[in-house]
Each structure stands twice: as C-alpha cells, then as structure tokens.
C-alpha cells in the first residue's frame, strides 16, 4: 500500500497549529513584505514563530463599521 504524505507549508501550518501564536510589533526599520501595508502607514504585527504579518485592512474596518452603525441607531 502506498500513502503520500503531504508537505505542509511550514509558515500556513505553524500559525494555525499554534494554539497561542505570539506577535510582535513590526518595527517601521523593518523589511515589510510585499502583501504586507507599510508599516509606518498603520500598525502591523507580525508572527514570532513563522513572520507572517498581520494588520487591521478592510475588513476590519468594514466590521467597526456596522457595529458603529448599529449602536448608534440605538442612541
Ligand atoms: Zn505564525
């Protein structure tokens, strides 16, 4: 019988199998990814464990969005 074992993608695998992946604060020196904003635009954190960056876009501001949205309906 013969079994493949897929190759995981050490930086997509490490950050979703980590149950409490650790970030740091990208520094606006350092070198940013290209689908990464500039750091020095707006805050970017970035994975200790595999370097991924992570940053609020638009989504998240669409989110903040419709709360505001609807609390402010209530009053
Ligand atoms: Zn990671």
Redesign the pocket.
């Known amino acids: 019988m013969v079994s493949i074992s897929p190759i995981p993608s050490t ?1 997509a695998s ?2 979703t199998t ?1 149950s409490a ?1 650790s970030l740091d604060v990208v520094a606006e020196t350092d070198p940013t990814p290209a689908y990464a904003p500039d750091p020095t635009d707006q805050r970017v954190w970035r ?1 200790v ?2 370097g ?1 960056r992570f940053w609020k876009g638009s989504h998240w501001r669409e989110m903040r969005d419709t709360l505001a949205a609807v609390s402010g309906e209530r009053g």
Do not use: G
């Open positions: 930086a490490r950050t980590a992946p994975c464990d595999c991924q």
